[in-house]
């Protein structure tokens, strides 16, 4: 697949990914029906709604190509998974169902085990992300497009980090003194890529926690804007893991030291 092919299946996707959000916001405002799933994770009618929503539209777009979705059991157990998308319909579902407005809605082309394609909506901040290739990133934010390249918005020389949790595990307070992180802003769902890669935060870090389609479609918007993505041993993450669990994690907005 070249780049032109990835570049016109993100966009016809652009479209759904809205009407997805409408949804999404539609049906939290008539009232949600949760319940809780075997991992003790809730999911709500709305996850279902917009799963449906982005996977027929997915795969008219590429019959070929196997979809792994969140709320799917569909090809969760296959093996040797190379080339695939990865859907998470509703990231920050408890975000979601309490009315706030960190949730988005996900998904990544997967070619060879790395991710080539991205798009997320948050819907309830009225802004979208998405990427086909290297420079080839960018936002439409109340309607408007521009090119995301992780270029630093605030003119301090603090290195400003988001973190899943307010009290940080010892293992990411240490990675926060080696790159003398003093200030980090909680925040759940894959927006924090999308922050990082439109250069308003600088680095985030999680030890092995959640699944791949959690963070493979900021994975890519972000590395396409210029930013770092590595375990904690610097290493590459790739895409199709026996079962879909992520490694550690380290997002960089650049050579931030």
Not at 119 to 127: E, G, M, T, V
Not at 202 to 207: C, I, L, N, R, V
């Amino acid at each position: 697949m070249n780049l032109k092919e990835t570049e016109n299946i993100i966009n016809s996707l652009i479209d759904t990914f809205i009407q997805s959000g409408k949804t999404s916001l539609d049906l939290r405002k008539k009232g949600l029906k949760k319940k809780i799933k075997f991992d003790n994770t809730p999911v709500t009618n709305g996850d279902i709604e917009v799963n449906n929503l982005l996977t027929n539209k997915i795969s008219n777009l590429t019959p070929n190509i196997q979809i792994i979705s969140e709320e799917s059991s569909a090809n969760k157990e296959k093996k040797n998974l190379k080339n695939f998308w990865l859907i998470d319909p509703i990231d920050g579902t408890y975000d979601y169902v309490h009315g706030k407005d960190e949730f988005t809605i996900n998904a990544a082309l997967i070619i060879n085990k790395k991710p080539v394609a991205g798009i997320i909506n948050a819907p309830d901040k009225n802004r979208l992300f998405y990427s086909f290739g290297l420079s080839n990133s960018f936002e439409i934010n109340n309607g408007l497009k521009k090119e995301l390249t992780c270029k630093k918005k605030s003119k301090n020389n603090e290195i400003n980090a988001v973190a899943y949790s307010s009290n940080p595990k010892p293992e990411i307070a240490a990675i926060y003194k080696k790159y003398n992180i003093t200030n980090f802003t909680r925040m759940k769902s894959s927006f924090k890529f999308c922050v990082i890669a439109s250069g308003e935060f600088d680095f985030y870090a999680a030890e092995p926690r959640a699944w791949e389609w959690d963070i493979a479609a900021g994975h890519a918007i972000l590395e396409h804007a210029g930013g770092i993505i590595t375990d904690f041993d610097e290493n590459d993450i790739y895409y199709g893991k026996k079962d879909f669990k992520n490694p550690s994690l380290i997002l960089k907005r650049g050579k931030i030291l």
